[in-house]
């Protein structure tokens, strides 16, 4: 039986603004990624941007009711704002974020759909969790584990975290794996020595 290859595309690109170092205002990119004749969203954004996520949605041909899996790297509100939309999806969550009832609690490396898997990035929070993907190239869809290219550019783990040691070695795990990193808040990009 042949295997068709996962695909990822970017929904909603997400974004950060510092205003003095600090962030003020924050979405998380919304990616789709479609595998065995299922659609995953990975994260949802911020509550305030569900408008232009319906938006961009119906832009790209997809009904909310069609994704089947909506994973949340993390619970933070910028990265789970919008995930009433999906009401026909299953969640996922890692267990140490104490996800609601309902919610497909994992706690470590999981395999949800042919070239898709769940793993575990603490560091940012302690249940932080990638969606790495074996589509045409090895994407790591990795929330605030890598939440810029800049932390990438840098090696530097996020700002915001539980443990600057365990997040470096998730962004460290991340960048080992992956070709193409999909950051928390921003354009996805490739990891340069995987060229």
């Not at 969640?91 to 609690?105: D, L, M, T």
């Not at 790495?132 to 994407?139: G, H, L, S």
């Amino acid at each position: 039986m042949s295997f068709s290859r996962p695909t990822v595309r970017i929904i909603r690109e997400g974004y950060l603004v510092r205003t003095g170092g600090a962030v003020t205002d924050a979405s998380s990119t919304v990616t789709m990624v479609e595998s065995a004749g299922a659609r995953i969203v990975v994260d949802s954004g911020s509550p305030r941007e569900c408008g232009l996520l319906k938006d961009a949605l119906e832009s790209a041909g997809i009904a909310p009711g069609s994704v089947s899996h909506l994973i949340n790297t993390h619970l933070h509100v910028d990265h789970c704002g919008c995930n009433e939309l999906f009401e026909k999806a299953r969640v996922y969550a890692h267990a140490y974020e104490s996800p609601p009832v309902g919610v497909v609690r994992i706690s470590e490396r999981t395999r949800l759909l042919p070239g898709v898997e769940l793993v575990p990035t603490p560091g940012h929070t302690g249940g932080s969790i990638s969606v790495f993907v074996t589509a045409e190239k090895r994407y790591a869809i990795c929330g605030d584990a890598i939440p810029s290219k800049g932390n990438y550019d840098s090696l530097v783990p996020p700002a915001i975290n539980i443990d600057p040691k365990l997040a470096l070695q998730s962004l460290k795990a991340i960048v080992g794996w992956a070709e193409v990193v999909v950051p928390g808040h921003g354009p996805p990009f490739e990891v340069l020595a995987k060229k």
